[in-house]
Nanobody
Framework: QVQLAESGGGLVQPGGSLRLSCAASGRIFRFYAMGWYRQAPGKQRELVAVITSGGSMSYADSVKGRFTISRDNVKNMVYLQMNSLKPEDTAVYYC???????????WGQGTQVTVSS
């Protein structure tokens, strides 16, 4: 069982930056692929970025070059650094933990990011 808690969301002007954090419980955090997803009003939840247990990263085309995902396996944390934010980045951002060996999926409660002037 993994519990996830996101923080760091808020209101930011276009072009600004935010850093989202996700704190995870569980001794086997390092085996999980960790991801950030987002869901805007009236839209489906979409993958933003993922980092595997081995540290490989991938990003949605819409955020490449602007967002960076990272993880700290000692602190059981995953981060999403978001730069050059655009109004279309406005959404609730969710942290996800996925264990490939079993297919387990866990979600945080989400944190709101609003990009507006």
């Amino acid at each position: 069982q993994v519990q996830l808690a996101e923080s760091g969301g808020g209101l930011v002007q276009p072009g600004g930056s935010l850093r989202l954090s996700c704190a995870a419980s569980g001794r086997i955090f390092r085996f999980y692929a960790m991801g950030w997803y987002r869901q805007a009003p009236g839209k489906q939840r979409e993958l933003v970025a993922v980092i595997t247990s081995g540290g490989s990263m991938s990003y949605a085309d819409s955020v490449k070059g602007r967002f960076t995902i990272s993880r700290d396996n000692v602190k059981n944390m995953v981060y999403l650094q978001m730069n050059s934010l655009k109004p279309e980045d406005t959404a609730v951002y969710y942290c996800n933990a996925h264990l490939p060996a079993t297919g387990e999926d866990y979600w945080g409660q989400g944190t709101q990011v609003t990009v507006s002037s």
